[in-house]
Antibody, heavy 119, light 106 residues
Framework: QITLKESGPTLVRPTQTLSLTCTFS??????????VGWIRQPPGKALEWLAL???????RYSPSLNNRLTITKDTSKNQVVLTLANMGPVDTATYYC???????????WGQGTLVTVAS | SYELTQPLSVSVAPGQTARISCGAN??????VHWYQQKAGQAPVVVIY???KRPSGIPERFSGSNSGNTATLTITSAQVDDEADYYC?????????FGGGTKLTVL
């Protein structure tokens, strides 16, 4: 059974850096072709893809947020970490992590974690 | 940047067929995935690679993709199908989601 769960702060001050951890089970990110990504959703708005990391450490980022995002993985801990620098109120959203198989959609999603940016 | 265009809302009566479109330039050359998101829940894949249905998804869900438009079709829609639906593609190395369509079944 594949599960993913996001963890991190629920409240972030403006200009701070957000760090979120995705802890997963049921698969290994050492498996060829697999990837874990992050997607966010502001309240009442659409899904927005942020970043992706593959089994071979290849990373991909949203062009609109590229200079603020970093995604890393710790295969031994079954974790993927996303950092988003210089947070602002527009970054208030539910942040999801999700697994992607080879050539596949985001098959498995975490429950999401709501991050609010406020002073 | 590549953009996917969806109607904001679609409304059908129970038992009718709902069609949700997703438009973009030369979309037919890409694999389109569709997600269903019910209120307060994470998205779930209902169609992948244009027309494939994951195990556990009812047969009333189907998909097509040609030219500049992909379509998610829900035959004999049920009240339980009421949700937001998103299309998604990969534009080279970038994942792109559509703006979402709210399906109302009443």
């Amino acid at each position: 059974q594949i599960t993913l769960k996001e963890s991190g702060p629920t409240l972030v001050r403006p200009t701070q850096t957000l760090s979120l951890t995705c802890t997963f089970s049921g698969f290994s990110l050492a498996t060829s072709g697999l990837a874990v990504g992050w997607i966010r959703q502001p309240p009442g708005k659409a899904l927005e893809w942020l970043a992706l990391i593959y089994w071979d450490d290849t990373t991909r980022y949203s062009p609109s947020l590229n200079n603020r995002l970093t995604i890393t993985k710790d295969t031994s801990k079954n974790q993927v970490v996303l950092t988003l620098a210089n947070m602002g109120p527009v970054d208030t959203a539910t942040y999801y992590c999700a697994q992607r198989g080879p050539g596949a959609p985001f098959d498995y999603w975490g429950q999401g974690t709501l991050v609010t940016v406020a002073s | 940047s590549y953009e996917l265009t969806q109607p904001l809302s679609v409304s059908v009566a129970p038992g009718q067929t709902a069609r949700i479109s997703c438009g973009a330039n030369n979309l037919g050359s890409k694999n389109v995935h569709w997600y269903q998101q019910k209120a307060g829940q994470a998205p779930v894949v209902v169609i992948y690679r244009d027309s494939k249905r994951p195990s556990g998804i009812p047969e009333r869900f189907s998909g097509s993709n040609s030219g500049n438009t992909a379509t998610l079709t829900i035959t004999s829609a049920q009240v339980d199908d009421e949700a937001d639906y998103y299309c998604q593609v990969w534009d080279t190395t970038t994942a792109v989601f559509g703006g979402g369509t709210k399906l109302t079944v009443l």
